[in-house]
């Protein structure tokens, strides 16, 4: 399956298919024909397709590769030296190429440092966890986190291309593809009332396995549509933040050792959806529905802080505007809009979330 984001001279095709990853090379040479790659991953992914990827790669090119360790704490400021360093010492130039494999902090964080090194190398996302195969490889946002909060440094800098293989997932650790599903649910949420009854009709990720390859390509084309009308978020591609405001708080909180990322943003979708509703915003009931569902896929919705231990974060956020805060409400399921608010939206609510 192939998909091509359409964004003039920065436009760029995206393939999902099963095995993909054991034919990248020819892909590569159709986005491709600089000299040298280097190949930035994890110490988690890099044992399993680093090096069949780079012996594969360096029968044509010079290849080089950069295994940092794995975890949020990685997509650190502090981590860019290093990169750089390598980049360096492998003779990257303008016309060589960064190849992101691993999840999303490996695809922010390379992604970030492809954009910097030397005003622009090229990218290529080839995302091996769920989470980023049907969300952050696509759009062309590539980010950093501060101690203040997450991705409050950053650009947009499209790939060259994406390739996304749905098989490399068998290896993927169960709470990951829990973690993946957050955001996968987030899609049937703001724009695909089928995608969402699709996912209810399953009882678990082993059952929607044989769906998963035209799961992930809805989850893309959504996203793709989203970010060629908006590319640099400044209209309808704020719906794709539904549940991040509240679970960049709860991540932040915990310093991003609790709840992983697809799961604070299963307890931001519930949780604001819980507001919305007590507010007249959202059809009753439309957060049971979305409580059912994340049960269904193992995920929480409730992190058991008091809001108000959260609402300082909130004010932080890099969606805070000039004192003002566009939230992502739903209608209804499939249904969601650009609420215009601030902090107060959330003070004086007495909860546990």
Same mark, same amino acid.
């Given at each position: *399956?192939?998909?091509?984001?359409?964004?003039?001279?920065?436009? /760029?095709?995206?393939?999902?298919?099963?095995?993909?990853?054991?034919?990248?090379?020819?892909?590569?040479?159709?986005?491709?024909?600089?000299?040298?790659?280097?190949?930035?991953?994890?110490?988690? %992914?890099?044992?399993?397709? !680093?090096?069949? &990827?780079?012996?594969?790669?360096?029968?044509?090119?010079?290849?080089?590769? &950069?295994?940092?360790?794995?975890?949020?704490?990685?997509?650190?400021?502090?981590?860019?030296?290093?990169?750089?360093?390598?980049?360096?010492?492998?003779?990257?130039?303008?016309?060589?190429?960064?190849? $992101?494999?691993?999840?999303?902090?490996?695809?922010?964080?390379?992604?970030? $440092?492809?954009?910097?090194?030397?005003?622009?190398?090229?990218? %290529?996302?080839?995302?091996?966890?769920?989470?980023?195969? %049907?969300?952050?490889?696509?759009? !062309?946002? %590539?980010?950093?986190?501060?101690?203040?909060?997450?991705?409050?440094?950053?650009?947009?800098?499209?790939?060259?291309?994406?390739?996304?293989?749905?098989?490399?997932?068998?290896?993927? +650790?169960?709470?990951?593809?829990?973690?993946? *599903?957050?955001?996968?649910?987030? /899609?049937?949420?703001?724009?695909?009332?089928?995608?969402?009854?699709?996912?209810?009709?399953?009882?678990?990720?082993?059952?929607?396995?044989?769906?998963?390859?035209?799961?992930?390509?809805?989850?893309?084309?959504?996203?793709?549509?989203?970010?060629?009308?908006?590319?640099?978020?400044?209209?309808?591609?704020?719906?794709?933040?539904?549940?991040?405001?509240?679970?960049?708080?709860? @991540?932040?909180?915990?310093?991003?050792?609790? @709840?992983?990322?697809? @799961?604070?943003?299963?307890?931001? *979708?519930?949780?604001?959806?819980? *507001?919305?509703?007590?507010?007249?915003?959202?059809?009753?009931?439309?957060?049971?529905?979305?409580?059912?569902?994340?049960?269904?896929? !193992?995920?929480?919705?409730?992190?058991?802080? +008091?809001?108000?231990?959260?609402?300082?974060?909130?004010?932080?956020?890099?969606?805070?505007?000039?004192?003002?805060?566009?939230?992502?409400?739903?209608?209804?399921?499939?249904?969601?809009?650009?609420?215009?608010?601030?902090?107060?939206?959330?003070?004086? @609510?007495?909860?546990?979330?």
């Amino acid at each position: *399956m192939k998909l091509t984001v359409d964004l003039g001279a920065s436009s /760029y095709p995206i393939y999902i298919e099963d095995g993909l990853l054991g034919n990248a090379a020819s892909y590569i040479e159709t986005a491709f024909t600089g000299k040298r790659i280097m190949i930035i991953s994890d110490d988690n %992914v890099y044992p399993l397709y !680093g090096e069949k &990827l780079l012996d594969a790669l360096s029968a044509v090119w010079d290849c080089h590769s &950069l295994v940092l360790p794995h975890g949020e704490s990685t997509k650190d400021f502090q981590s860019l030296p290093r990169i750089y360093d390598a980049l360096l010492a492998a003779g990257i130039s303008r016309s060589d190429l960064v190849i $992101a494999l691993g999840g999303g902090v490996i695809g922010d964080l390379a992604g970030f $440092a492809a954009s910097s090194f030397l005003r622009g190398v090229r990218l %290529v996302q080839i995302p091996t966890s769920l989470l980023a195969q %049907v969300d952050s490889s696509v759009g !062309g946002k %590539v980010a950093v986190d501060l101690p203040q909060g997450k991705n409050l440094v950053g650009a947009f800098f499209q790939p060259s291309l994406v390739l996304i293989d749905p098989t490399v997932l068998d290896t993927l +650790p169960e709470r990951f593809r829990k973690d993946g *599903m957050g955001e996968v649910i987030k /899609y049937g949420c703001i724009r695909d009332a089928g995608l969402f009854r699709l996912l209810s009709g399953h009882t678990s990720f082993e059952d929607l396995r044989e769906d998963l390859g035209d799961i992930i390509f809805r989850c893309v084309d959504i996203k793709r549509q989203v970010v060629e009308r908006d590319q640099f978020d400044t209209g309808e591609r704020m719906l794709l933040n539904f549940g991040h405001t509240l679970a960049h708080t709860i @991540e932040q909180h915990f310093q991003y050792e609790r @709840e992983s990322h697809g @799961e604070a943003v299963a307890i931001g *979708m519930y949780q604001i959806c819980r *507001m919305a509703e007590e507010k007249g915003l959202t059809r009753i009931g439309t957060a049971e529905e979305i409580r059912k569902l994340l049960d269904i896929y !193992g995920l929480p919705h409730a992190c058991g802080l +008091p809001l108000g231990e959260l609402t300082g974060a909130i004010t932080r956020d890099k969606k805070n505007l000039g004192g003002h805060l566009n939230l992502i409400l739903l209608h209804e399921i499939g249904d969601s809009y650009i609420y215009p608010a601030d902090a107060g939206f959330f003070e004086g @609510e007495n909860r546990t979330v």
